[in-house]
């Protein structure tokens, strides 16, 4: 259902906490419906299936979810500035290495994607659905 605020409409706690369950259960149905890889497959064209919209920023130390119909195209000009930007970070890096460009993770070899799978910031964005 359409559950956005008309005009002149107040929203109550009650009604947020319910509309934000309603978020939840819908993101829970859709990532149950992709399917729980607990492994990534060795061979590079089925990991390329798997991993296609995964976009990587090594600058950032970010994994997100590219979807479509989100406003992601605000997102990656955000996120390609801040990459340009000369950002001083607030921890040091553990070893140096070459920033490379937003691209998909895929692209990387098995052992740098599960490395970035287990210390970069994984984000989603997405947009209100109702």
């Given at each position: 259902?359409?559950?956005?605020?008309?005009?002149g409409?107040?929203?109550?706690?009650?009604?947020?906490?319910?509309?934000?369950?309603?978020?939840?259960?819908?993101?829970?149905?859709?990532?149950?419906?992709?399917?729980?890889?607990?492994?990534?497959?060795?061979?590079?064209?089925?990991?390329?299936?798997?991993?296609?919209?995964?976009?990587?920023?090594?600058?950032?130390?970010?994994?997100?979810?590219?979807?479509?119909?989100?406003?992601?195209?605000?997102?990656?000009?955000?996120?390609?500035?801040?990459?340009?930007?000369?950002?001083?970070?607030?921890?040091?890096?553990?070893?140096p290495?070459?920033?490379?460009?937003?691209?998909?993770?895929?692209?990387?070899?098995?052992?740098?994607?599960?490395?970035?799978?287990?210390?970069?910031?994984?984000?989603?964005?997405?947009?209100?659905?109702?």
């Amino acid at each position: 259902g359409d559950l956005a605020p008309e005009k002149g409409f107040t929203l109550t706690l009650d009604t947020f906490l319910h509309i934000q369950q309603l978020r939840k259960q819908r993101l829970r149905a859709f990532c149950s419906q992709a399917g729980n890889a607990s492994t990534l497959p060795r061979s590079q064209v089925e990991r390329a299936e798997l991993l296609s919209s995964l976009r990587v920023s090594t600058k950032l130390d970010l994994l997100y979810c590219q979807v479509p119909l989100t406003g992601m195209e605000e997102w990656q000009q955000l996120l390609k500035k801040l990459e340009k930007e000369n950002l001083m970070l607030p921890v040091p890096l553990p070893h140096p290495r070459q920033h490379i460009p937003e691209t998909q993770l895929s692209r990387f070899n098995l052992s740098e994607i599960e490395a970035m799978l287990g210390s970069y910031t994984k984000v989603l964005f997405i947009r209100d659905p109702f």
